[in-house]
């Protein structure tokens, strides 16, 4: 039995080309041809196929196929690059650092802002909210967030992680307003203010430690984990 397996990777930047090609080990690989859209049959494997191109396949050897299956394999995770990272600077889709998110090469989206750096290591903030989700249900979703990077960690930040972000941006770890002005300027959406506070990962006994904004303050306050409180994930490096 002939199996082709149709292995297509996203390329790691724009997400919007892929590879088709034969499974390793498949028996007689060399008969195998492709092409995308209305091009010509050709050896595989196929670089660059675009997003959404309809790729036919055929057989041009002695033995009998029974069954071809095409499967989609997961893309490769960017690496995190980043050079002399510091306060304020926008990570992109690609792994890598930018003064500005106006900065970002064509293809590359912005992921993340960098708001806290102890020499080469350090914290940046997702530009966007989860939602209002549970402790746990918060947890899961940081954890889980992509553009997953190898050399880089998503979760729901620590009550401490919170103060540092807070104190990097602004020099006091009691005022949000540093933090949400930086977070603007990179391009993403401001903490909530006067709403139902942001999770932290640190229990308190049966409880869970929240952040409350407020007028550009903050103000910690413990509930119990069942209840939902917003969400924003952080990307430690």
Known sequence: MLVLL?????GAVAQSTYKVSVKE???????????????????LPLEGVAAGTAVSVKYNGTKKVKSVKAVKKAAAKPALSLTSPSVGQVIGSDGKNYAAAATLPTGVTKVAMIAYVSGSNGLAIALDDEGK???????????????????????LPSQAEWNQMFKANGGDE??????????????????????????????????????????????????PVAIGR???ACLAF
């Open 133 to 155: 989700l549970n402790w746990a249900t918060a947890k899961s979703t940081c954890e889980a967030k992509t553009p997953a990077f190898t050399g880089g960690t998503w979760h």
């Open 230 to 232: 917003q969400v924003r």
């Open 25 to 43: 080990g498949t028996e007689d690989a060399s008969n195998w041809q492709g092409k995308a859209g209305e091009g010509e049959y050709q050896a």
């Open 174 to 223: 009691e005022r949000c307003y540093g933090l949400n002005s930086a977070i603007k300027s990179a391009g993403g959406t401001a903490l909530l203010e006067g709403g139902t506070g942001y999770w932290s990962s640190t229990p308190n006994g049966s409880n869970a430690w929240y952040v409350w904004l407020m007028d550009g303050d903050t103000d910690w306050r413990s509930a």
């Open 6 to 10: 149709a292995a297509v990777a996203t």
